[in-house]
């Protein structure tokens, strides 16, 4: 039998699935992993945790409903990030139509828990930059290419760029082509986002570096501002958007 208010968490990404439990506000690990469009993976997390919610987000494909019909059928509740709701922030989006529903996530994992304006970045397949200021209010951001993207980029565009492994650079200049394509995949990617960070922050007093994502680890140690990790933040943020589903339901 489910507890009362078990919850699993699912972010569809480009290249898999990401599922975690959720009891209430707290994650219990372990955060799961499994390839993209593997859903009967996730019908078995649904049976093996006994959840009596479920949220999902995607950037690629929406589980069938062949899966969906069958959780409800077991009496779960089933929702999916839906833009027709309204966000659970005030924002100055133009196109809310089109906010992805990552950044929308990554923003919501945010609220309560700093008193000041911050800079989410989600470091992933592309990199996402958010503003929210002090109040909680989404200002915008920007999308860039990621660590990966780059690096596949300087080989496919070109005629003899070698295509090169992701990784920590030695040192803020390459002495070999390797190593100046991924000091320039990596550092490209830290140097927009300082760049970026010092540009804002002279209009927010007090503004804090938010890291996530797959490529979170590999750039944290290159970055020469404070910034703070929050591995799951997407996750975090489902679960308080399911939060708000569930008490308007």
């Not at 999916?80 to 990554?106: C, H, K, V």
């Not at 999308?143 to 565009?157: D, N, T």
């Not at 390459?174 to 550092?187: F, H, I, Q």
Request: charged share 20%; with cysteine; glycine share 10%.
């Amino acid at each position: 039998m489910g507890t009362p208010n078990r919850r699993l968490i699912i972010d569809v990404g480009n290249s898999g699935l990401k599922a975690a439990c959720f009891e209430g506000d707290e994650m219990q690990p372990p955060v799961v992993r499994h390839a993209a469009g593997d859903w009967e993976a996730i019908d078995a997390m649904v049976t093996n945790l006994g959840v009596n919610y479920i949220i999902y987000s995607t950037v690629a494909n929406v589980p069938s409903e062949r899966w969906t019909d069958k959780w409800k059928q077991q009496g779960i509740l089933v929702f999916a990030l839906d833009r027709d709701r309204p966000l659970p922030f005030a924002s100055d989006y133009r196109t809310p139509e089109t906010l992805g529903q990552d950044r929308i996530a990554a923003v919501a994992g945010t609220l309560g828990a700093f008193q000041t304006a911050r800079l989410v970045v989600d470091a992933g397949s592309c990199v996402t930059f958010d503003l929210v200021d002090a109040n909680d209010r989404y200002r915008g951001g920007n999308i860039s290419p990621g660590v990966g993207m780059r690096l596949r980029a300087m080989h496919e565009f070109t005629a003899r760029l070698p295509l090169v492994e992701v990784g920590n650079p030695d040192a803020t200049l390459g002495r070999s082509t390797g190593e100046a394509l991924r000091n320039g995949g990596v550092l490209g990617v830290v140097c927009e986002t300082e760049g970026l960070y010092h540009r804002l922050a002279k209009e927010h007093d007090g503004l804090q570096l938010v890291l996530t994502g797959g490529d979170a680890p590999l750039l944290l140690p290159c970055f020469s501002v404070s910034c703070l990790h929050y591995p799951n933040l997407v996750l975090r943020g489902l679960n308080q958007i399911l939060s708000t589903y569930v008490n308007a339901s």
